[in-house]
Structures are given as structure tokens and as C-alpha cells.
């Protein structure tokens, strides 16, 4: 069963700005977030990544703990 689920390490609006860093072709549209629908942003954003939902949440979680600039 896939997880969907964010455990996010600040508010969304920090950790956007840090996703927007390492990627800059993701646009804000792209990174609309409504909490209880973390299933629409992963698969919003695994589809424009070209990558699996639950390596998009992984990456979202580890960008939002990076204290520095996103890696």
C-alpha cells in the first residue's frame, strides 16, 4: 500500500520554496497543497517528474528536513 502521507519538517509554504530551489521546473501550480490531499500532489508531481509517488514523497521529506538549500 503506498503511502501518501507527508511528514513534513516546516510549513509547506518554506518547504515549497526549497522544492522550487532544487527544481526549477516545477511551478507553483504544480506544488498546490491542500493538507488531506497529499494523494493529489504526489501524483500531480510524480507525473511531471516522470517518477514513482512514493519516490516523489520521499524526496518531498527530505527536502523539507534539509536545513540549508535543498539538495
Known sequence: MQ???LNLG???ADVREKIKES???LTYAD???EPGKE???LE???KKMHRDPED???WIESVSFNKG???
Open 3 to 5: 503511502k501518501t502521507n
Open 10 to 12: 516546516g510549513r509547506w
Open 23 to 25: 527544481n526549477s521546473d
Open 31 to 33: 506544488l498546490e497543497y
Open 39 to 41: 494523494k493529489d500532489l
Open 44 to 46: 500531480r508531481l510524480a
Open 56 to 58: 516523489v514523497r520521499a
Open 69 to 71: 538549500k535543498a539538495s
